[in-house]
């Protein structure tokens, strides 16, 4: 591992009081119906825990875990399903939480998927986008932050696995 370390970008504080809002607009979005939220795996677990704590509909849960074969820092492009969800979502109202929304590679590949099993609706929150580093389309319905193009830890993002735990979002330097 290259030598480096990691500064505060978003303080735990400010991380939890944005969760809370994305909160109160999904109880707003899905008023009256019940949601099924899908959790990209592993990135996705800490935001989609604290977000779901939140919401005041009846809410199930899915896992998911995808992989883009890659470096620590870079994703390929190539996504390969690592653990599909264990129950269908057809006709059912589901929001995609995921950590973070890079190049877009991974999220396009997911969403259609996703879509060709017919929920009755299917949403996407991020808690990060990086816009400037886009290069597929994604449709994001709410966002917790945008962020510029920086290699973030914390809050379930990891630097080779590590620093998933850190209540904050922090940034890698590079030494
Ligand atoms: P994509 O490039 O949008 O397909 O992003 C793929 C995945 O790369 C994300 O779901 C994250 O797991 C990971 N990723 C992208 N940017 C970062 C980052 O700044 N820190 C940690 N992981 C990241
Ligand atoms: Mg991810």
């Known amino acids: 591992m290259e030598k480096h370390?990691?500064?505060?970008?978003?303080?735990?504080?400010e991380v939890s009081r944005r969760i809370k809002e994305m909160?109160?607009?999904?109880?707003?979005m899905f008023a009256g119906k019940e949601l099924h939220l899908v959790c990209v795996l592993r990135g996705g677990a800490f935001f989609m825990c604290e977000l779901a704590k939140h919401l005041n509909m009846p809410v199930s849960l899915d896992f998911m875990s995808v992989s883009?074969?890659?470096s620590a820092t870079k994703s390929s492009g190539v996504v390969k399903i690592v653990k599909d969800l264990d129950e269908p979502i057809k006709d059912r109202d589901v929001l995609v939480v995921e950590d973070i929304v890079d190049s877009g590679r991974t999220l396009s590949y997911l969403m259609d998927m996703l879509r060709d099993r017919g929920p009755r609706s299917l949403h996407l929150c991020t808690l990060l986008d990086k816009p400037e580093r886009r290069v597929v389309d994604v449709?994001?319905?709410?966002?917790?932050?945008?962020?510029?193009?920086?290699f973030v830890?914390?809050?379930g993002l990891d630097y080779?696995?590590?620093y998933r735990n850190l209540p904050?979002?922090?940034?890698i330097e590079f030494e």
């Open 23 to 28: 909160a109160e607009q999904i109880n707003e």
């Open 5 to 13: 370390h990691v500064s505060v970008l978003i303080s735990e504080e």
């Open 139 to 150: 449709n994001v319905d709410l966002t917790g932050f945008q962020i510029e193009d920086k």
């Open 68 to 70: 883009s074969y890659g």
């Open 160 to 162: 080779d696995q590590m």
């Open 153 to 155: 830890v914390g809050y």
């Open 168 to 171: 904050y979002i922090g940034v």
